[in-house]
């Protein structure tokens, strides 16, 4: 177990590094000047060469990289051409919505699609089970800039259920109106996420309930009930994991597109900006940390498989 | 090693387990496949019957479908199946379930794949007795690790929170001893218990087996290809072919006047101590016949040294030899191959 987490860890190390470097030489191809941005109307070519002095612009490609990974080690990720905020900080503010963002449309996915397996897995191909891969193959088919706003519109314009886009409140400030107002976009966000592991979890339970150890389980007497739940969920769970690992990585950024839609502060509407402004020091911390997240989330999901399955840490 | 038949008990005179007339078809998509076919047996308490035939037999759904365990819309079920006087057949899955793990149990051929790899074995005993007996989770920890003991695991108090990848095959098949042992069923059923351990391993699961039957004075079914298996272990064995039924006596009385060509050919596919090593085992020719098209006479003939034309014409009907409680099922019985037509038989029940 400690030697197989050892060698994910060291993996983990080495794609952080690989994430870095993209991260940084990537968002240089970004069309834009800072200096431009800076100066404004001012610009003129004495000035922009004075500015990209003070700003190390003018020295090489590779030692800007390494004196950007130095200070980012040091946990700092440099400041904003154009609001002079320091980008640690714009990240810490927004981040936290990301983060409430996915963990509340994960628990909405996860309650309706466990459930739904395990319901359709009683009599695959009956009734329960074909409404159910239908129904949610329609909420595959959507896309979250068509959901969100008939959401919206459902829930917000015509039933006041829920609030409208840019009423963000803050957890600190008032929690039950935080979660509020996130149900709505963690629900559009949620809908991709249902069918996937709907499908994936009935289709592994299926094969699970093929294995002699789950009649082995019936010739002791338990209920089927009792089976499903004990016997076969954690064996079938092992591609639900795996899929939950790169698809939350992927929602993220499909959260992006959700929080500019309804206006909520988060990294995605914090990106976007700094994006449309050339604030490209902004930009690459965002990247960073959203990539950082995503390679941690499978770390986490790795180590989740050992958990779940003790077969996997002894090979 | 024979163990004495058991005590007789006032309840002798109903039979622990009466298959009468049993069937089993699956509908397939070439047709009704008739996987077990007309079986009739009773078994005793505390005695052991021995299901021997290749495999494809019918064997293995044999001893399911007196469980009970084979269920669904495409089986189809006929005959009776009689545990203490109760008729299991058509009986609701919720009574089922109550004699299930508790009055009979069942072992399976492969403990690689039977016990659930990510559960610890120690809950995958204590499941069973906390459902059927009524005690508490130290108790049932307590009962587990000394069934462990029992069934010859090693430092079982350490092995409790073991996962089944970390023990051997003969180990794993060990604790699904201890399992179906757990609540001391009346009836274990035990499907090829032996198939997938090496030879010495084998000797040792059957001989554990075969002494805690004694202690526990259970009835057991012994399924398996091998007539090695069941030749000292067993008080009456059952010869199935096609999902019949072709012989069935007393152990020592179907080894020594078997009357079944097909029992005949079983027994020299079996290996030997006493023949020289590397000695070339005698396979049967041909394959089983396919089940959901069977041919018109015995279905053993095509396979058959023996066969003549009345083989291939009518199929034999299962009848009695010298004695009551030998059944066979050929027109040609060996040791009465003289003359050209079939000897007269006294067709039984």
Redesign the interface.
């Known amino acids: 177990m400690a030697k197989y987490l050892a060698k994910r860890a060291a993996a983990f190390v080495v794609i952080i590094f690989f994430v870095s470097l993209g991260t940084f030489f990537l968002v240089h191809l970004l069309p834009g000047n800072p200096a431009l941005t800076i100066l404004g109307p001012n610009a003129n070519a004495h000035n922009i060469a004075l500015i990209d002095k003070q700003l190390g612009l003018n020295r090489p490609l590779w030692t800007q990289y390494f004196i950007w990974l130095g200070n980012v080690l040091h946990g700092n990720l440099g400041q904003s051409f154009v609001t002079r905020e320091s980008v640690v900080s714009t990240i810490a503010h927004a981040f936290p919505i990301d983060l409430e963002l996915v963990v509340i449309s994960q628990i909405i996915a996860f309650a309706v699609a466990v459930p739904l397996a395990l319901t359709a897995v009683r009599k695959p191909n009956g009734r329960f089970d074909r409404y159910s891969t239908a129904g949610t193959f329609a909420m595959l088919a959507m896309p979250p800039f068509i959901v969100a706003p008939v959401l919206v519109l459902l829930f917000a314009v015509n039933t006041h259920i829920f609030p409208g886009p840019a009423s963000y409140v803050p957890l600190a400030q008032n929690f039950w109106s935080n979660i509020h107002t996130m149900i709505l976009p963690a629900l559009v966000l949620a809908l991709g996420s249902i069918v996937i592991y709907y499908r994936l979890l009935r289709n592994d339970l299926i094969s699970t309930l093929q ?3 789950i ?9 089927d009930r009792r089976i499903l739940l ?2 076969a969920l ?2 079938s769970s092992i591609s639900l994991l795996a899929s939950a690992g790169i698809n939350i990585g992927s929602l993220i950024a499909g959260a992006f597109v959700v929080e500019y839609l309804l206006q909520l502060p988060g990294l995605g509407y914090a990106l976007v900006n700094s994006i449309n402004q050339d604030d490209y020091v902004t930009v690459q911390g965002i990247v960073l940390v959203v990539a950082v997240a995503v390679v941690l989330i499978n770390f986490l999901v790795d180590f989740l498989f050992t958990i ?4 996997i840490s ?1 090979d | 090693m024979t163990y004495p038949p058991a005590a007789s008990d006032p309840q002798s005179a109903v039979p622990l387990l009466e298959v009468t007339e049993l069937s089993t078809s699956f509908r397939t998509g070439r047709g009704l496949l008739k996987a077990v076919d007309r079986v009739s047996f009773r078994l005793g308490r505390g005695r052991t019957i021995g299901v021997v035939g290749e495999s494809g037999s019918g064997k293995t759904v044999l001893a399911r479908t007196v469980m009970g365990l084979l269920a669904g819309s495409n089986v189809e079920k006929t005959g009776s199946v009689r545990f203490e006087g109760q008729e299991l057949l058509g009986a609701p899955n919720s009574e089922l379930r109550s004699l299930w793990g508790a009055r009979m149990a069942m072992i399976f051929q492969d403990p690689m794949t039977a016990l659930n790899p990510v559960m610890r074995i120690g809950r995958q005993i204590t499941e069973s007795l906390r459902l059927h007996l009524d005690i508490d989770r130290s108790e049932a920890r307590a009962t587990a690790v000394s069934l462990l003991a029992q069934v010859g695991i090693p430092s079982p108090e350490e092995r409790y929170g073991s996962f089944p990848g970390e023990l051997s095959g003969g180990m794993r098949q060990r604790v699904m001893i201890a399992i179906a042992l757990a609540c001391s069923p009346r009836l274990l059923l035990a499907d090829e218990p032996t198939t997938g351990l090496d030879v010495t391993v084998q000797a040792q699961i059957l001989d554990l087996l075969g002494s805690l039957q004694y202690e526990r004075n259970m009835a057991m079914v012994l399924v398996t290809h091998d007539l090695g298996v069941v030749a000292t272990r067993t008080d009456d064995i059952v010869v199935m072919y096609a999902g019949r039924i072709v012989e069935m006596a007393p152990t020592s009385r179907l080894f020594s006047s078997m009357a079944m060509p097909y029992t005949e050919a079983l027994l020299a596919s079996t290996p030997r101590l006493s023949n020289p090593s590397h000695t070339r085992l005698a396979a049967i020719e041909g394959r089983p016949p396919d089940l959901t098209a069977l041919p018109p006479g015995c279905p053993f003939a095509p396979r058959c040294r023996y066969a003549q034309d009345l083989c291939r014409r009518a199929a034999p009907p299962l009848v009695t030899a010298e004695r009551p409680d030998h059944l066979y099922a050929c027109w040609y019985p060996l040791g009465a191959r003289t003359g050209p037509a079939p000897v007269s038989h006294s067709v039984s029940s």
């Not at chain 1, 009649?215 to 209920?223: C, E, H, I, T």
């Not at chain 1, 779940?308 to 077969?311: G, I, L, S």
């Open positions: 294995e002699d150890f009649l082995m389980a019936r010739s002791k007497g338990l209920s004990r016997h954690r064996p779940v399955d003790p077969r002894r």
